[in-house]
């Protein structure tokens, strides 16, 4: 139903900015929730950022201030601003849709992840 694409992730030096770009493809009407999370070796998958269809956002402590999470609603498009990164930032980042209401309108009880974008942060 939905397919996620994600872009923008690479290489940055401590203290650097990346924005990273997911967007959202397939027959579908609308998705209520888009969301950031990320993934370490050794650690599991946390929730880095999330907005709902109306931009009602949600952040983690560890990110608040340094992460801006946003959305194009025309583009079925959703953005992480990342600032200030340090080396603990290194990881996989997904991007995830929920509370996706079908080409029908009828709502899907299904989420949907992206193939995920690697973001390293040197020291």
């Known amino acids: 139903q939905v397919q996620l694409v994600e872009s923008g992730g690479g290489l940055v030096q401590r203290g650097g900015s990346l924005r990273l770009s997911c967007a959202a493809s397939g027959r579908f009407f609308s998705i209520d929730s888009m969301a950031w999370y990320r993934q370490a070796p050794g650690n599991q998958r946390e929730l880095v950022a999330s907005i709902t269809l109306g931009s009602r956002t949600n952040y983690p402590d560890i990110v608040k201030g340094r992460f801006t999470i946003s959305r194009d609603n025309a583009k079925n498009t959703v953005y992480l601003q990342m600032n200030s990164l340090e080396p603990d930032d290194t990881a996989v980042y997904y991007c995830?849709?929920?509370?996706?209401?079908?080409?029908?309108?009828?709502?899907?009880?299904?989420?949907?992840w992206g193939q995920g974008t690697q973001v390293t942060v040197s020291s």
């Open positions: 995830n849709a929920g509370g996706v209401r079908t080409a029908t309108h009828s709502l899907s009880s299904l989420t949907f």
